[in-house]
């Protein structure tokens, strides 16, 4: 069984900063690429930054020069760096990962969601 486990969500004034943490555990062969996501109320989920296995990284373009994403592979583990916060930041923030487990292959994995709350 895997899972994901996402930490480091809070509340925070407008300009703050946060670094959300997702890590990867349970019996896994690999983890491919990782992303994160965020939905905020009666919104879509949508993509805020991916990051493959080796390191290349997209970022949507409404957090792109504040929001940085990383990853250590030694640790199966994800970071988003998040800076100059605004309030429309506000949102639940999913941790995603494509992840070989023995015996069942490739599958899509999600974390149970961490809340980011900006407000002045």
């Known amino acids: 069984q895997v899972h994901l486990v996402e930490s480091g969500g809070g509340v925070v004034p407008p300009g703050g900063s946060l670094t959300l943490s997702c890590t990867a555990s349970g019996n896994i062969i690999a983890v491919y690429a990782m992303g994160w996501y965020r939905q905020a109320p009666g919104e879509q989920r949508e993509l805020v930054a991916s990051?493959?296995?080796?390191?290349?990284?997209l970022i949507t373009d409404s957090v792109k020069g504040r929001f940085t994403i990383s990853r250590d592979n030694s640790k199966n583990t994800m970071y988003l760096q998040m800076n100059v916060l605004k309030p429309e930041d506000t949102a639940i923030y999913f941790c995603n990962a494509q992840i070989d487990v023995p015996n069942n292959g490739h599958h899509d994995y999600w974390g149970q969601g961490t809340q980011v709350t900006v407000l002045s």
């Open positions: 990051i493959s296995s080796g390191g290349h990284t």
